[in-house]
């Protein structure tokens, strides 16, 4: 059974940092690209970040850049969502994701697998 979990939310401070992580278990990632999606309440669920398969591309929200990094272990069984100076506006339920060949990974529509999410809470 495919798996993805999220893990490292939690209630931070304005400012402050998070790592998440999404551990992926039930068959080999090695060649899917990986992604990070949120969904704040009211909100439709938004591309955040990704990864390319081997690691060595990536792509982010431009609400995110340069305070937002994603990269995954060597094993590629685990990936990570660096996040530095939260603000409030990214008080949201981040979701990790796994898709294989598809033509972006921007849209969550592309994406093969999902986790359940974990809960970011950014306070002023």
């Known amino acids: 059974q495919v798996q993805l979990v999220e893990s490292g939310g939690g209630l931070v401070q304005v400012g402050g940092s998070l790592r998440l992580s999404c551990a992926a278990s039930?068959?080999?990632?090695?060649?899917?690209?990986m992604g990070w999606f949120r969904q704040a309440p009211g909100k439709e669920r938004e591309f955040v970040a990704a990864?390319?398969?081997?690691?060595?591309?990536?792509l982010y929200a431009d609400s995110v850049k340069e305070r937002f990094t994603i990269y995954r272990d060597s094993a590629k069984t685990t990936w990570y969502l660096q996040m530095n100076n939260l603000k409030p506006e990214d008080t949201a339920v981040y979701y990790c994701a796994a898709a294989k060949n598809v033509p972006t990974m921007t849209a969550s529509s592309n994406m093969h697998y999902w986790g359940k999410g974990t809960l970011v809470t950014v306070s002023s």
């Open positions: 039930g068959r080999t990632f090695s060649n899917y690209a």
């Open positions: 990864i390319g398969w081997s690691g060595t591309s990536t």
